[in-house]
């Protein structure tokens, strides 16, 4: 169980990385799937597709009821400015539990400001206990709330132009030079994966 980032440029994979390892985890696990997609853009085979109004339980519920997939579009900001729709999603996948939630465009709902932030927070601070597993795609790692980045797990890194990006990604993971290099020239579909390690550290005892 963990909280997943996908981080890179336009059109260098992560969107289907982060989707088949989801896939992936969730099958080996036995949990159902759930794709979040604000942009309404992508499929998912054999999965249920509802977009554009509310998560009614009939269509959300039936993901633990009848074990299915799902990928959800929301209501767009002209018809939920408040996010009320990914809000009532967070919560109900908390709720349920042992699942697999890929969050595409993850800055739509991770930015600090946000309608749906705390939501979201409460979620990430959750998923362990309640076996979710997370996976975030985004191109501006700048805009995710520090408070849900600093609960990652793994990083995959793909390449990108932006420079300001790739800064703070370098300070973040503690990137080498030679690692910001080897990102800056990634070829499209490949990443390099960062790990938090162990908060627990080596030490000696005291004289
Ligand atoms: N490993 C791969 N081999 C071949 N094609 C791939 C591979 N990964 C992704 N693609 C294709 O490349 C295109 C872009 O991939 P994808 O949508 O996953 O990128 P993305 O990083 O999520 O882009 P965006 O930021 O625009 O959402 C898609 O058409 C996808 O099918
Ligand atoms: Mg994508």
Not at 71 to 83: A, C, K, Q, W
Not at 116 to 133: S, T
Not at 166 to 174: C, E, G, S
Not at 195 to 206: I, P, V
Request: proline residues 5%; glycine residues 8%; neutral net charge.
């Amino acid at each position: 169980m963990g909280i997943q980032f996908f981080i890179g440029g336009t059109g260098q994979g992560k969107t289907t990385m982060a989707q088949h390892l989801c896939t992936e985890r969730s099958a080996v696990r036995g949990v159902p799937v759930i794709v979040l997609d604000p942009e309404g853009v992508l499929s998912h085979k054999g999965a249920e597709v509802a977009r554009n109004f509310p998560p009614s339980d009939a269509i959300v519920r039936a993901v633990w009821d009848h074990g299915y997939d799902l990928v959800y579009t929301p209501r767009g900001e002209e018809d939920d400015p408040e996010g009320e729709d990914v809000k009532k999603l967070f919560r109900m996948v908390r709720q349920g539990g042992n699942v697999g939630l890929l969050v595409d465009e993850c800055a739509h709902f991770a930015a600090a400001d946000s309608p749906a932030i705390k939501a979201m927070r409460h979620l990430c601070r959750a998923h362990r206990l309640q076996g979710v597993d997370l996976y975030f795609t985004t191109q501006a790692p700048k805009d995710i709330h520090p408070r849900i980045w600093n609960l990652r797990h793994e990083v995959y890194v793909f390449n990108q132009e932006d420079s300001g990006s790739l800064d703070y990604l370098q300070k973040q993971l503690r990137m080498t030079e030679k690692e910001r290099n080897r990102v800056a020239s990634l070829p499209p579909y490949r990443f390099l994966k960062w790990e938090k390690r162990s908060n627990a550290t080596e030490g000696q005892e005291e004289a």
